[in-house]
């Protein structure tokens, strides 16, 4: 998969699809089924990526964290609007990704395998290898983990506030799903130009050390 298609790939099945099964499932389905739809491209994307290239997508992985337990809470509470009134699981998410510093390999470190798995096996010992011998590498992924810990804490924060403060609920509602489809779109356009330049500065040392 050339490398283009599979930046514009990443972010229609995490961030586009999802998203836009969402609007159209909303009116007809309410919040529930919405939340359904929406989990509904990431499920697909996974097991075709599972079946055909025996690779398991880490980033549609945790895109699909944050809806499941939001789909369940609806299911069991049936109030659809308490489904998106209580936005704590992006929050849990982050102080994942923040909590993973103290371990040696964070959370980033296996996104960037999982990305690297989907190229080929020479990639992923590769990246393992350079993770090893390369301390710039391991800054740069931990900063990646800090970045997105820090990013889907704050939209927790910001989504809080919004439906605990507006009177509006169906306003509330919108903006409350901007803000989580805006901060995914955002954390994994800025990781796609990371991981861009981390391949730059990768090629650069080969020519160096050539």
């Given at each position: ?194 991981r861009r330049r981390l391949k730059r500065m990768d090629a650069d040392s080969k020519m160096e050390s050539a």
């Open positions: 998969m050339k490398v283009p298609y599979r930046y514009l790939s990443a972010l229609a099945v995490n961030i586009a699809l999802p998203w836009l099964a969402y609007r159209l499932a909303l009116p007809y389905w309410g919040v529930t089924g919405a939340l359904a739809a929406s989990a509904a491209p990431l499920l697909a994307w996974i097991a075709w990526d599972l079946y055909h290239a025996r690779h398991f997508d880490a980033l549609s992985a945790i895109v699909l964290a944050g809806i499941v337990p939001l789909l369940a809470w609806a299911l069991i509470d049936r109030d659809a609007q308490r489904a998106l009134e209580d936005p704590m699981v992006s929050g849990v998410i982050g102080v994942t990704f923040l909590l993973s510093l103290l371990l040696k390999k964070p959370l980033v470190y296996y996104l960037g395998r999982s990305t690297a798995s989907r190229e080929s096996r020479d990639r992923v010992a590769e990246f393992e290898r350079h993770y090893r011998e390369r301390p710039q590498l391991v800054a740069q992924i931990r900063r990646m983990t800090v970045v997105w810990g820090i990013g889907l804490t704050a939209e927790n924060i910001a989504r809080y506030w919004v439906v605990s403060t507006l009177s509006d609920a169906q306003l509330a509602l919108h903006i409350s799903t901007a803000l989580r489809w805006g901060v995914y779109g955002a954390l994994t356009l800025w990781t796609i130009r990371t």
